[in-house]
């Protein structure tokens, strides 16, 4: 129970990712606040969290509004008196397998804005009560496609640089009061895909121009990482625990690498 007592926000909380790291800082004992536009998705993983006997709410929050967010942040912080964790685990559909030539303005930016957007916006919302409580842990998430270099993945790369960029700067900023953030940079989740996350979408616009269906493409992917094999849903969400725990009290401005050793750093 090393979250006991503590209090978690997860943004994106209803899906794959989010709801995993939702049940995982309940099973180590905080209550935990789900925040997401899915009405049914938070609420099954609400129910997951209820019936293991932790303690976890939802509310209907899209992270790309600030006002939204801000809103939502004052009413966790007046009902339970602060923000001990944030976690922002949302996703967002966006284009990828086309190359530089046929890539549109808008198809490239919008990743980048999307995800830069949301991060700054959740961050900005919970630093507030954090720093007037002296501590606080902000997690944010990116892939190792930032270390990629090549065709189709152009405007995600950028998107996974600025968040890891901003996780950084914002360390930097916030650590003087108590505040540490943190970045996970995980590789393709399986069971993410399997499981009906928008990745699965995603990966599918750039496995069939390769002639390959989506088992084909992630076998790929793990036979190019150090342990021939991708991230699991539970690493993520246990590492998730750790870095949010006062065991990881030392860690700051850094990315927590679960690539499998597809990225050296």
Same mark, same amino acid.
């Given at each position: 129970?090393?979250?006991? *007592?503590?209090?978690?926000? #997860?943004? @994106? @909380?209803?899906?794959?990712?989010? @709801?995993?790291?939702?049940?995982?800082?309940? *099973?180590?004992?905080?209550?935990?606040?789900?925040?997401?536009?899915?009405?049914?998705?938070?609420?099954?993983?609400?129910?997951?969290?209820?019936?293991?006997?932790?303690?976890?709410?939802?509310?209907? #929050?899209?992270?790309?509004?600030?006002?939204? #967010?801000?809103?939502?942040?004052?009413a966790v912080v007046a009902e339970v008196g602060s923000i001990d964790i944030a976690f922002n685990a949302v996703g967002v559909f966006h284009v990828q397998g086309v190359p530089l030539a046929g890539l549109s303005l808008a198809d490239y930016s919008y990743p980048v804005e999307a995800y830069t957007r949301t991060n700054f916006i959740t961050a900005k919302a919970?630093?507030?009560?954090?720093?007037?409580?002296?501590?606080?842990?902000?997690?944010?998430?990116?892939?190792?496609?930032?270390?990629?270099?090549?065709? @189709?993945?152009?405007?995600?790369?950028?998107?996974?640089?600025?968040?890891?960029?901003?996780?950084?700067?914002?360390?930097?900023?916030?650590?003087?009061?108590? #505040?540490?953030?943190?970045?996970?940079?995980?590789?393709?989740?399986?069971?993410?895909?399997?499981?009906?996350?928008?990745s699965r979408e995603v990966f599918r616009q750039v496995a069939l121009p390769a002639g390959m269906d989506i088992d084909e493409m992630l076998a790929g992917a793990a036979e190019s990482t150090l342990l021939k094999r991708l991230p699991r849903l539970a690493e993520i969400a246990n590492t998730a625990v750790f870095l949010a725990s006062e065991q990881a009290g030392a860690m700051t401005g850094t990315v927590v690498n679960l690539s499998c050793g597809m990225s050296a750093d």
């Open positions: 129970m090393i979250l006991r *007592r503590k209090v978690a926000v #997860v943004y @994106g @909380g209803g899906g794959v990712v989010g @709801g995993a790291a939702a049940r995982a800082f309940a *099973r180590a004992g905080a209550r935990v606040f789900l925040a997401g536009r899915s009405p049914e998705k938070l609420d099954a993983v609400a129910r997951d969290i209820v019936a293991a006997g932790g303690m976890a709410e939802t509310a209907l #929050v899209d992270a790309l509004d600030e006002d939204a #967010v801000n809103r939502h942040a004052d919970v630093a507030r009560h954090m720093v007037n409580e002296g501590a606080g842990v902000i997690l944010m998430l990116s892939t190792p496609v930032s270390k990629m270099a090549g065709p @189709g993945y152009l405007g995600h790369c950028v998107a996974c640089a600025g968040v890891e960029a901003l996780s950084r700067h914002l360390a930097g900023e916030l650590g003087a009061d108590g #505040v540490r953030v943190l970045c996970i940079r995980s590789h393709a989740i399986p069971e993410a895909v399997t499981l009906g996350s928008h």
